[in-house]
């Protein structure tokens, strides 16, 4: 090969790295110190294929509530996982659906949790992929379980922000 052929091979090389590399178009949120006092959170468990198919927040104060979602969680699974063990006296579990999607690339991000006045505030991305990004073929149900403290206020307000990841 002459030099020529070498020098574009390596701007080709480096052109196609370049635009293979995930970027994230994220979007600024509002500031913790804007939304109140923080909440602290742990995940519970998340992924991208569950029995639920509608998008829907749920927040769950009881044992029975969680029983029933967990059965929602893993309806038509063989040999589901077993339940965690939640206890309701001190502890909340918040749950995030994003509904049936046509393909994998899809995520729930629970970025922030705050107690206002008078409710709790949450606030979520909805990630999608691009559309030059590579992507199972498999209809997918993302979701997130989160447990918090157990607070003051049980009402719940969410803000959802839709975001497109190119890569």
Request: with cysteine.
């Amino acid at each position: 090969m002459n030099n020529l052929s070498l020098h574009i091979l390596w701007i080709l090389l480096t052109v196609c790295g370049s635009a293979m590399s995930c970027k994230s178009s994220q979007k600024t949120g509002v500031t913790p110190a804007a939304e109140g006092e923080p909440i602290a959170f742990e995940v519970l468990d998340e992924g991208a294929y569950c029995g639920v198919n509608e998008q829907k927040q749920v927040l769950i104060r009881s044992a029975a509530a969680w029983q029933q979602l967990w059965q929602d969680l893993h309806a038509g699974q063989t040999g589901g996982a077993e339940l965690p063990e939640v206890n309701f006296d001190e502890k909340w579990v918040i749950a995030c659906f994003m509904g049936s999607r046509n393909s994998g690339g899809y995520r729930v991000q629970l970025r922030n949790v705050w107690r206002q006045a008078d409710h709790i505030a949450v606030s979520l991305t909805h990630e999608a992929p691009g559309k030059n990004c590579m992507a199972t073929m498999a209809i997918t149900q993302p979701y997130i379980l989160v447990v918090i403290d157990r607070q003051p206020v049980d009402k719940i307000q969410f803000d959802i922000q839709e975001v497109k990841v190119d890569c």
